[in-house]
Structures are given as C-alpha cells and as structure tokens.
C-alpha cells in the first residue's frame, strides 16, 4: 500500500507534496498554492526528512536523491498512470479551504477507476466532508477529530457505541522522535490552551499506543483497516510487528522492515495488506 500527500498548485494541477512551502524541498520560499506547475522549482539534492531527528542512522536524517531520481515533483496523474489502479493507495489532501482541490483529487479518482483502491481524506473532518459531497462511493480515512472520538471513546470504554464512518484508521504512533516534535510544537506554542492540549496529546497517545490491541481488532470486526505512522526506527517496528494487532506500518524506510522480516523469517508476523477498502454502510 502506497501513502502520500497531495496539494494544488497555483494553475490547478494536484502534486505529490506535504509541504504548504518549498523552502525544505527545494530550497526556495514559495508556496504551492502560488506556483504553477512548470514553475515549481526543482528539488535539493539533499532534503531533511520528517519524523527522524533521533534517528541514529544519520544518513536517514537527510534524504539524498540518486542519480536515477528525477528532479522535479509529480504529478498525482502521473503517479495513478505509473502505478497500477490494484495497488491500495492512501491520500490525504492537505489543502484547507479549496474546493478546487477536492473536485481535483475526485476527478482523478474517476479518471483512473480507483474508487475500490483508494482511501482519501484530510487532517480536518471539514476536509473528508468536501470531498465524500463530490462522491460519497470513495472510500475514507479518518482525521484528527475522528482519532480523537476514538481514543477517547476506547479509554472510556463506549468505542462498541460510536458511529464510524470511515474505512480506513491511521493512528499515529507515539515514537520517541514524534513526542520530540510535539514537545517543540508545545514549548512554541503561544496560548496556555494549545499547551494543554499537546500535553494531554502526547500522555493520551501514548496509554493509547500501550492498551490499544482491543480497539485495533474491534476496529477490524467492524471492517475499519488499521494503520500506524510513522515508524523510521527499526526497533519501533518490529515492537509492533511482534506485539501489535495492528495490520499496516506506515513508514518512509520499507527497505529495512523487509529485510529483517525476511531474515528472521518473521512472515507469518505480516498482517496481508488489503487488495480493496469496504466501503463502510
């Protein structure tokens, strides 16, 4: 299963990209939303990667593109005519407020017949929304407010009573270089609220990680598909490929979790990924 984030640039072509600025990527303090797509500049040669600060692979805390890697971002078009429509896609769109983003992604989704394959939503349920009134067949995955319901609903003991909507669930998993990013955003933060609110994050998320076996296989009766991110460290992983109910692991390293499953010959420990998302009633 493929994960990737996708934005709009300024002439209304969606690219592969997390980043609302280009100053990590490329080096260049323009937006995507204010950019075409012809004049998007290239990317670094080396880039600094998200969610490996305490990495200690050092080379893992900078991606360094190959010789073979081509220097421009994609296109989500050229993406779905590169990879086939049976591979199961995961994509969030990251821009707010933008219905042209929304009939964009959904077009395409059409285009390409991946209604079956693919899960889509935002960080926002506002996000979700827009995008399930263009085409409510198109499967989705949940956000911010829905893991919270959740969590909260799971730690309470009501999650056997909660509405879920969404098809997919990707919990984030409290890795030591995540809680390290939200202490940052924590110390940064400018309202006693926003501290308080990143601190009951990062303990709640935590008792979550450690407790949440049971709501990952009622999650998975209930037809929901089950994800964490992200992991980069490969102690991490294979804590949840050896103690975890969970049936996906997203990460930006699957070259090492291979290669350790394979040597371990840990296979039987793979939950299969799924080949279609069930389209929840």
């Known amino acids: ?42 990317l670094l040669n080396k880039m600094p990667m998200h969610f490996s600060a305490l990495n200690k692979d050092a080379e893992f805390k900078t991606y360094e593109r190959k010789k073979s890697d081509q220097d421009r971002f994609s296109s989500l078009e050229e993406v779905f005519t590169e990879i086939g429509k049976e591979i199961p896609f995961s994509i969030e769109l990251k821009d707010q407020n933008c219905p042209e983003a929304a009939k964009a992604l959904i077009e395409l989704i059409q285009k390409f017949d991946r209604h079956q394959t693919t899960a889509i939503g935002g960080e926002e349920v506002v996000i979700t929304k827009q995008l399930l009134a263009l085409d409510n067949g198109i499967s989705t995955f949940c956000g911010k ?27 984030p998993y409290m890795t030591k270089d995540f809680i390290k990013m939200k202490e940052t955003e924590r110390e940064a ?46 102690a991490e992983m294979l804590h949840l490929v050896l103690g975890s109910k969970v049936e996906g692991i997203m990460t930006d390293r699957p070259e090492l979790l291979r290669a350790y499953v394979d040597k371990q010959n840990l296979q039987d420990q793979m939950r299969k990924p799924s080949k279609s998302f069930k389209k929840a009633n």
Do not use: S
């Open 145 to 171: 407010q829905d893991l919270i319901k959740i969590t909260i609903a799971y730690l309470t003991g009501f999650l056997h009573y909660l509405h879920i909507d969404r098809e997919v669930a990707a919990l």
């Open 189 to 234: 933060a400018d309202t006693l609220f926003k501290k308080g609110f990143l601190t009951f994050y990062i303990y709640v998320g935590q008792l979550a990680n450690m407790t949440f076996n049971n709501a990952l296989l009622h999650l998975q009766r209930r037809g929901i598909y089950t994800i964490y991110w992200v992991l980069n460290e490969e």
């Open 1 to 42: 299963m493929l994960e990737t984030d996708v934005r709009l640039t300024k002439d209304n072509v969606l690219i592969v990209c997390h980043d609302e600025d280009l100053v990590r990527l490329c080096g260049k303090a323009v937006k995507v939303r204010e950019t075409n797509f012809a004049d998007l500049p290239k």
